[in-house]
């Protein structure tokens, strides 16, 4: 199991506490001097900082400023699938869905529709949202696991949006918790690299990779885009409070895509020549998954991941305004508020009208939230994402 933490403490209790972090390295958790670093985190100036001396690390600290979310927009295909829909293509029904997952349309890449598409849309209204031109995109991170090239789609997405400076644009494959893990590295590059505006995007198609004859794995997942922009800020108004971030891979064998690599049959004329063992190509499988165990793990991850992350921005359950989790299953939403003893009235929720959109579930979820009124400035957000992997991670954030 492997872990990261980010702890961004503030030198008061509450949302409204000023805020001085900065980008530090650690292993085991202690601090670490380069070329021994095992993670990194960043954290505050106010609790702990004092406890590091000039021998125990040479490493510098590269920034002191903070980091907020100012733009977001979504983007999601044209093609919706509802329940009804499906009965027709496998042995279910509108209400046994429902009542399983809470999920009654999606939304499916068809026609002219692209991945690629739905980043650059979503980016144009985060963009606009944040009154940040194009040009001023120092950092574009696309969280995704189904890119349209193997290689990675990121640099298509400032090339489309116009991005003179060739700023640096790359993917992260963390599927459904892939979006916090860029809020993670946005605000660590904003924070040690000085950059100033990062573009954060989570984008997948999973409808790519569905056995649309499985009635257990095709009625949960749909297509989408959601973005943000991070802008680098004063400490005093810094708006990304903290993260707690897993990772257990034994817990694979519950949720994969796995690639699998054709072998040439011995063909006439090879006389098992050098060719014949070289493979002929590679693909995926479908998405496989055991949907009781990523229920049991979800539920038994998440609140306590969100706790902690909550412990190191010094706040607590009621200093939330919103819980905004992967959009998943209706009962692991509700079944997290719960323990966390949040009320649905403080619960963003979309489940219903797009399925599990994957690493675009969380900033699709967001940007309906803000544009409909619902999330305001200097509201606090409790957001955590958990998928394949496994992988699991929380951030406490502010609004505005």
Known sequence: MACASGLFNPTASGAGGRFFPFVGVYGSGSWFSPGVSKGI???????????LH??????????????????????????????????????????????????????????????????VDASKKALEMAAVNPNDVDLVLLCTSTPEDLFGSAPQI????????????FDITAACSGFILGLFSASCYIRGGGLKNVLVIGAD???????????????LFGDGAGAVLLQACDSKDNGIFSFDLHSDGDG???????????ERVDEPGTNGSLLSALPKGSS???IGMNGKEVFRFALSVVPQS????????????????????????????????SRLELPSQRVISNLENYGNTSAASIPLALDEAVRSGKVREGHTIAAAGFGAGLTWGSAILRWG
């Not at 985190?41 to 406890?51: D, L, N, Q, R």
């Open 306 to 337: 969100i706790e902690v992350a909550l412990g190191k921005a010094g706040l607590t359950n009621s200093n939330i305004d919103w819980l905004l989790l992967h959009q998943a299953n209706q009962r692991i939403i509700d079944g997290v508020a």
């Open 205 to 219: 198609a999973l409808s790519r990779h569905v056995d649309w004859t499985d009635r257990g794995t095709c009625i």
């Open 284 to 286: 995926y499988s479908f």
């Open 54 to 119: 000039a021998s125990e690390s040479k490493s510098p600290r590269l920034g002191t400023g903070g980091c907020k979310l100012i733009g977001c927009g979504s983007a999601v295909p044209s093609l919706q699938i509802s329940n009804d829909d499906l009965s027709k293509i496998v042995d279910t029904n509108d209400e046994w869905i429902a009542v399983r997952t809470g999920i009654r349309n999606r939304r499916i890449l068809s026609g002219k529709d692209s991945l690629i598409g739905l980043a």
């Open 158 to 169: 400032p090339r489309a949006l116009g991005c003179k400076n060739n700023p640096l644009a």
């Open 41 to 51: 985190f960043c954290a505050s100036t106010a609790h702990g900082a004092e406890k």
């Open 252 to 262: 694979q064998r519950h949720l994969n895509a796995l690639s699998k690599v054709q």
